[in-house]
């Protein structure tokens, strides 16, 4: 039974991402007048496929089959004390920065790049909830994680809009490959390891206040609050080549920092 299941969210997960680069797709064809435009579109398509198909069982092996029945997250008793909710932020917020960039290397028109690098993080989000999510045993669909995906992606085009110099980053507290899961948290472990950080960036050094978790000797999830001066690769990068750093500032994501806990 288990089989099908994960069949029919794979073909769901494959007819929404060519339906979104099929749109972009259009679009370029619309609006490109280079000559190599329908190498583009077909790269687009497979490109949808092979990342989607390959996200998907990744997402499987990391948080489980969605096997069962379609239930809700108990969201106030999953003892990572609100860690995963800022990720879901964080995820919305990257992935519409990522995409962006990502349509803007294919020659996208520019007032088009934001939309649809919004729209394909929300197709991306969305599917995690459902059905990844919602009918994993293990999981449940999560409301706040939902609306958390989705005010990450509005986030993004805020940023896009009025950009400042406030930020939102994270760091590690151990190496990732100390842990099962590389780059996804799905233990308690794992989410323990990160620390989300709210940044404000004058200059090069950035100021940031940082929130994570601690499990006490009963296994039960405890909040800890930093405060941390730093600076990311980004920073660095933007004092030997500035131009380089701004194309590769949608990969600006880790917080290389001193802290302290308060």
Same mark, same amino acid.
């Given at each position: 039974?288990? $089989?099908?299941?994960?069949?029919?969210?794979?073909?769901?997960?494959? !007819?929404?991402?060519?339906?979104?680069?099929?749109?972009?797709?259009?679009?370029?064809?619309?609006?490109s007048?280079?000559?190599?435009?329908?190498? !583009?579109?077909?790269?687009?398509?497979?490109?949808? $496929?092979?990342?989607?198909?390959g996200a998907?069982?990744?997402f499987?092996?990391?948080?489980?089959?969605?096997?069962?029945?379609?239930?809700?997250?108990?969201?106030l008793?999953?003892?990572?004390?609100f860690?995963?909710e800022?990720s879901?932020?964080?995820?919305?917020?990257?992935?519409?920065?990522g995409?962006?960039?990502?349509f803007?290397?294919?020659?996208?028109?520019?007032e088009?790049?934001?939309?649809?690098g919004?729209?394909?993080?929300? /197709?991306?989000?969305?599917?995690?909830?459902?059905?990844?999510?919602?009918?994993?045993?293990?999981q449940?669909?999560?409301?706040s994680?939902?609306?958390l995906?989705?005010?990450? /992606?509005?986030y993004?085009?805020?940023?896009?809009?009025y950009?400042?110099k406030?930020?939102?980053?994270?760091? $590690?507290?151990?190496?990732?490959?100390?842990?099962d899961?590389?780059?996804?948290?799905?233990?308690?472990?794992?989410f323990?390891?990160f620390?989300?950080?709210?940044?404000?960036?004058?200059?090069?050094?950035? /100021?940031?206040?940082?929130y994570?978790?601690?499990?006490?000797?009963?296994?039960?999830?405890?909040s800890?609050?930093?405060l941390?001066?730093g600076?990311?690769?980004?920073?660095? $990068?933007?004092?030997i080549?500035?131009?380089?750093?701004?194309?590769?500032?949608?990969?600006?994501?880790?917080?290389?920092?001193?802290?302290l806990?308060?």
């Amino acid at each position: 039974m288990i $089989l099908p299941v994960r069949t029919l969210a794979l073909l769901v997960a494959a !007819v929404i991402c060519v339906t979104i680069a099929s749109a972009t797709a259009t679009t370029l064809d619309h609006d490109s007048t280079r000559s190599g435009k329908s190498h !583009v579109n077909r790269n687009m398509l497979l490109g949808n $496929l092979v990342v989607g198909t390959g996200a998907y069982f990744y997402f499987e092996n990391t948080w489980g089959a969605p096997s069962g029945k379609f239930h809700f997250k108990d969201e106030l008793h999953d003892n990572v004390a609100f860690t995963d909710e800022i990720s879901h932020f964080y995820a919305g917020y990257k992935l519409t920065d990522g995409f962006r960039w990502f349509f803007r290397m294919l020659k996208m028109p520019e007032e088009k790049q934001l939309k649809y690098g919004a729209l394909q993080a929300a /197709i991306i989000l969305t599917l995690v909830e459902v059905p990844m999510d919602a009918f994993n045993p293990d999981q449940g669909f999560g409301v706040s994680d939902f609306v958390l995906d989705y005010a990450g /992606i509005g986030y993004a085009l805020l940023d896009a809009k009025y950009p400042n110099k406030f930020d939102m980053k994270f760091s $590690l507290k151990q190496p990732p490959w100390k842990f099962d899961n590389k780059f996804l948290a799905s233990k308690n472990e794992e989410f323990a390891n990160f620390i989300w950080w709210a940044t404000y960036t004058p200059k090069t050094v950035s /100021i940031g206040l940082g929130y994570g978790i601690e499990y006490d000797q009963h296994g039960e999830a405890q909040s800890q609050v930093f405060l941390g001066a730093g600076t990311t690769l980004y920073d660095l $990068l933007y004092l030997i080549k500035p131009s380089l750093a701004n194309e590769l500032k949608a990969f600006d994501c880790y917080f290389i920092n001193l802290r302290l806990k308060l």
